[in-house]
Each structure stands twice: as C-alpha cells, then as structure tokens.
C-alpha cells in the first residue's frame, strides 16, 4: 500500500553536507490514514545493529531525534509531494552507514526498528576522512 525510494546519497569528505529524499507512492499515501503515520529514518554500518535516525509524524511534522544527530541532522517533509528529508551537516566517517526510510501508523515505539514494516532499500553515505 505505501512504497519507499530513497535517494541522495554519496560519497562525501568529512564535515560536508548531504540531504537525503524519501518519496512515498501507493494507494494509501493519498488517503486520509497516511497522516497518521510516521516516517522515520535509520542507518546501518557495516557489523552494526541498524540505529534510529530521526523520526516526523506526517499530521503535523513533529519530530524526534536520536540524542548523537540532533543539531546536526534535521529531519522535514514536503507534504504535496510526499517526500521525506534528512539534512545532515558537518558530516563524519562515523556517519557512514546504509540510510533507510521507514514508515508505520503512529503506534508504537518510534524509535525501535523492530516497530516498522514499511521500509524502503536504503541508499549508501561514505564519509571520508
């Protein structure tokens, strides 16, 4: 019913910025129950657990950070045309990770993985040294 595409990412030095784009399509995305959802961004590095980014609630754009990217990551939405975004600044090699979009009703925990069933196939960020 809803699908993910992520875009944007790259390979980038160290303190560069980068602004990756999640669009959502289906059926659902234009109904009145999408608004209750909330779209999440995570990240997994190589051997690493996949880690809660940031997460938006789509009725009203609130949002929730994990403790170590607020202030450097800003998490938004463009309602019309139902994208999500993660701007990143002063970017670090411990950044680098596979960035996945995810989407579930707003019930939940927002922050744990295990709690979302939409996901979309991750786009890669490398961040040099």
């Known amino acids: 019913q809803v699908q993910l595409v992520e875009s944007g990412g790259g390979l980038l030095q160290t303190v560069g910025s980068l602004r990756l784009s999640c669009a959502a399509s289906?059926?659902?995305?234009?109904?009145?129950?999408?608004?209750?959802?909330?779209m999440a961004w995570f990240r997994q590095a190589p051997v690493k657990e996949r880690e809660f980014v940031a997460a938006l609630w789509w009725r009203d754009a609130s949002t929730y950070y994990a403790g170590s990217q607020k202030g450097r990551f800003t998490i938004s939405r463009d309602n019309v045309k139902s994208t999500m975004y993660l701007q990143m600044n002063s970017l670090k090699p411990e950044d680098t990770a596979i960035y996945y979009c995810?989407?579930?009703?707003?019930?939940?925990?927002?922050?744990?993985?295990?709690?979302?069933?939409?996901w979309g196939q991750g786009t890669q960020v490398t961040v040099s040294s």
């Open positions: 289906g059926r659902a995305v234009s109904g009145r129950a999408f608004s209750n959802y909330v």
């Open positions: 995810a989407a579930k009703p707003a019930y939940g925990s927002n922050r744990s993985a295990g709690s979302y069933d939409i």
